[in-house]
């Protein structure tokens, strides 16, 4: 059935049985085929930079999420996980068979999964940062000038004495990074579980000056705050370049770079007006020197039962390890 249209120029299709127009199915002959032209585009360094202090800013939001999740260590009161810490942490300083440290890594691991900490994340935190630190210290422990032994692989000669990376070389590196490696992810384990005003609280509550607790707690808000303000820096300057092309990239990575020696000053700046307003307002709030922190739950008995498992845990590596040793 058709009805007649509006303008009276004959009768219209009803809505039901029309279809598209022909204009709209029509190539436009002006547009260019959407396909990869097959080069990329390399990232600049302001684009890094953003990209990873972005990075920097979720992962401290996240570890909060996380500390907030009911997990092993989550349940534990924090006085309970410092003490648990501080006697690991000995423990895998005195232990020095690679299997003992590497059944020590595995036990961090372990109680990362109790506590409903991504794995992942958690991995690549510490395996990305820290042998890349600790490898400059122990790489020249792995050559024969340093730790004599036997030579794994000659690289040069010396008056007739082939040197290179040696076997004890080598073992010596593989200790201090795994001892390394697994300090580290014990600290953050227990840094990640853990809310942060509860871990100051604890921290005071252990006998710390409140001054080095006030410090800390102050650095760990604040440098957060400043590294959101170098990315609104960062997101102005990009926002107003237009040298986007690829013939002058180099050139816009050099003026990157001036930009960031530029506003290097612009950031001290900005973090002394900011120091002077904290404590202002600190001051005006009734600030004396000392920062009332949230009180800490009371110590369960749960807690000393969690106290005497790492106990019996670090007694057992230390014997395991002397055990493996002899």
């Known amino acids: 059935m058709s009805v007649p249209r509006a303008d009276g120029l004959g009768p219209a299709r009803s809505s039901s049985a029309q279809a598209l127009p022909q204009w709209l199915s029509q190539n436009e002959p002006g547009l260019p085929p959407?396909?990869?032209?097959?080069?990329?585009?390399?990232?600049?360094?302001?684009?890094?930079?953003?990209?990873?202090?972005?990075?920097?800013l979720r992962r401290a939001l996240s570890a909060q999420d996380v500390a907030t999740r009911d997990g092993l260590l989550q349940r534990r009161d924090p006085r309970a996980k410092l003490l648990g810490l501080f006697v690991l942490l000995l423990a895998v300083a005195l232990v020095h068979?690679?299997?003992?440290?590497?059944?020590?890594?595995?036990l961090v691991l372990g109680a990362a999964l109790a506590s409903r900490v991504p794995v992942r994340s958690f991995l690549a935190r510490i395996w990305l940062a820290v042998p890349a630190f600790t490898a400059v210290a122990v790489l020249p422990a792995t050559l024969s000038v340093v730790t004599p032994g036997e030579v794994l692989?000659?690289?040069?000669?010396?008056?007739g004495t082939a040197h290179g990376?040696?076997?004890?070389?080598?073992?010596?590196?593989?200790?201090?990074?795994?001892?390394?490696?697994?300090?580290?992810?014990l600290a953050t384990l227990v840094a990640v579980t853990t809310p942060w005003p509860r871990l100051l609280a604890a921290l005071r509550s252990l006998g710390l000056p409140s001054m080095f607790v006030l410090?800390?707690?102050?650095?760990?808000?604040?440098?957060?705050?400043l590294l959101g303000s170098v990315i609104d820096l960062y997101q102005a300057r990009r926002a107003r370049t237009l040298t986007r092309r690829a013939g002058r990239r180099r050139s816009h990575d050099r003026q990157a770079r001036r930009f960031l020696a530029a506003s290097t000053g612009v950031l001290f700046g900005r973090a002394h007006r900011m120091s002077e307003e904290v404590h202002q307002a600190m001051t005006a709030r009734g600030y004396r020197g000392d920062v009332p922190l949230p009180a800490t739950c009371r110590v369960a008995g749960r807690d000393v039962a969690a106290l005497f498992a790492v106990a019996a845990v670090a007694a057992a590596l230390l014997i395991g390890d002397r055990a493996l040793g002899s």
Do not use: K
Request: charged content about 20%.
């Open 165 to 185: 990376p040696t076997v004890q070389g080598l073992t010596v590196a593989a200790r201090i990074l795994l001892r390394a490696t697994t300090s580290v992810s």
């Open 215 to 225: 410090v800390v707690g102050m650095a760990h808000r604040y440098l957060l705050l």
């Open 97 to 106: 068979d690679l299997r003992t440290l590497a059944a020590a890594h595995l």
């Open 34 to 56: 959407c396909e990869r032209s097959g080069r990329r585009l390399r990232t600049t360094f302001l684009d890094r930079t953003l990209a990873e202090g972005s990075d920097l």
């Open 153 to 159: 692989v000659p690289l040069w000669s010396w008056h």
